[in-house]
């Protein structure tokens, strides 16, 4: 099975920065897309930004200019958050979509870590 562990959260003043990070592990084969979901008090969980095997990458309008999303050689994607701002205030969760065998695909989910922007 996928286990994904987040973390970088935590409290922010408006303007500032925080970077977020998912680490995926078990039998996971290949990675064929990572992303960033959130939900904020009040509203329904959305798509933050996602990226896929080969690089690419897709953003919501709202963080356009301000969030990046990226991953590495091992197993681990991250978002980089720059000039914050209080509506940016919500649970972030990651999710991955992977090949567990070659016949078997898995969509996982982190637990999720919180984000507060103060104003």
């Known amino acids: 099975q996928v286990q994904l562990v987040e973390s970088g959260g935590g409290l922010v003043q408006a303007g500032g ?3 977020l990070s998912c680490a ?3 039998r996971i084969l290949s990675i ?3 992303n960033w979901y959130r939900q904020g008090p009040g509203n329904q969980r959305e798509l933050v930004a996602s990226i ?3 690089g690419s990458t897709n953003y919501a309008d ?3 200019g301000r969030f990046t ?3 590495d050689n091992a197993k681990n994607v991250y978002l980089q958050m720059n000039s914050l701002k209080p509506e940016d205030t919500a649970v972030y969760y990651c999710n991955v ?3 567990t065998t070659l016949l078997q695909t898995y969509d996982g989910w ?3 870590t919180q984000v507060t922007v103060s104003s």
Request: charged share 15%; glycine share 16%; hydrophobic share 35%.
């Open 17 to 19: 920065s925080l970077r």
């Open 24 to 26: 995926a592990s078990g």
């Open 32 to 34: 064929n897309a990572m």
């Open 52 to 54: 896929t095997s080969g």
């Open 62 to 64: 709202s963080v356009k």
């Open 69 to 71: 999303i990226s991953r």
């Open 97 to 99: 979509r992977v090949l």
């Open 110 to 112: 982190g637990q999720g």
